[in-house]
């Protein structure tokens, strides 16, 4: 399995946007499912936001749901997260994985975690 690359993390003001890249440099993605998790300090990780490969449909976690868009360039190989009206309770480290099945929001669906990017949001 190829490891993904985040980038684009941050510190920024509640109410700004930001917006968070997911490649593997050198390799296509070529995952089923490539999904965005958080973990903030002493909180279990959370995943936020999923897409398909096959059809683009996309699922959010409900903290997230209205402000965060998850997208997929595939001329540029890299998935987005697009996080809007950020809030200081989204201060966290953001991972994006992939997995070669259909999958969903629970960690355990996936492995080969990367170093993810570091989210501030002051208030």
């Known amino acids: 399995q190829v490891q993904l690359v985040e980038s684009g993390g941050g510190l920024v003001q509640a109410g700004d946007s930001l917006r968070l890249s997911c490649a593997a440099p050198?390799?296509?993605?070529?995952?089923?499912?490539i999904a965005w998790f958080r973990q903030a300090p002493g909180k279990e990780r959370e995943g936020i936001a999923c897409i398909s490969a096959s059809d683009g449909s996309t699922y959010y976690g409900d903290s997230v749901k209205g402000r965060f868009t998850i997208s997929r360039d595939n001329a540029k190989n890299t998935v987005y997260l697009q996080m809007n009206s950020l809030k200081p309770e989204d201060t966290a480290v953001y991972l994006c994985?992939?997995?070669?099945?259909?999958?969903?929001?629970?960690?355990?669906?996936?492995?080969?975690w990367g170093q993810g990017t570091q989210v501030t949001v002051s208030s």
């Open positions: 994985v992939g997995s070669d099945r259909v999958a969903g929001l629970d960690e355990y669906e996936y492995d080969n």
């Open positions: 050198g390799f296509t993605l070529d995952y089923n499912t």
